[in-house]
């Protein structure tokens, strides 16, 4: 076979051998998700990002709330509320939903992540720990950190006690419920 034929293969075949595209409209999720996170780079269509926290396959749900996250308007907050509740959608989604709360920085979204600790996933809780401590140290996120101290899993455990470490500075206090409880005793 001549070199230049050859070579039209070549480039014939990796012409047609493209990525996938961004586009919303796509049967293939991970094509939706770039879609979502196209439109959210260009900030467009606030209201069809938000449509798309409804998509049931949670790569598209992720996209719209990074999305969201990023634009940070604290005012979708309860756009995004509905999906830690959502105890049928992906982890995934529910802890994105809880990193992009913690990103919106509304207060409004402190009980539904004090509920989000009571979430059957452990990466769910860890994250709705994390959001909940970017709210800084007031009463009912102290509290709600002491009682995950004693979660029964270790790594949600060990995270309620590093959250309330860099929140009050005590390093002195056991990773224990019962220690920390009396740190914040009347």
């Known amino acids: 076979m001549p070199r230049m034929l050859r ?69 979708d907050c309860l756009a995004v509320t509905f999906l830690l509740g959502a105890e049928g959608r992906d982890p995934m989604v529910r802890a994105q939903a809880c990193i992009t709360l913690a990103r919106l920085g509304n207060a409004e979204a402190v009980p539904f992540l004090v509920e989000a600790l009571k979430d059957k996933d452990a990466w769910v809780r860890r994250e709705a720990i994390r959001a909940l401590a970017s709210f800084g140290a007031r009463p009912e996120i102290l509290k709600s950190l002491v009682d995950a101290v004693d979660d029964p899993e270790p790594s949600v455990s060990y995270m309620a006690h590093d959250q309330l470490v860099r929140l009050t500075g005590r390093t002195d206090v056991p990773r224990r419920r019962a220690d920390w409880s009396r740190v914040f005793a009347p």
């Open 7 to 75: 070579l039209s293969w070549a480039v014939f075949l990796l012409a047609s051998c493209s990525g996938p595209s961004a586009d919303i409209r796509s049967a293939d999720p991970y094509e939706r998700y770039l879609g979502v996170r196209e439109l959210g780079a260009e900030r467009q269509s606030h209201e069809r990002i938000v449509k798309l926290l409804r998509d049931p396959h949670y790569l598209v749900a992720v996209g719209a709330l990074e999305a969201l996250a990023d634009w940070g308007n604290p005012g």
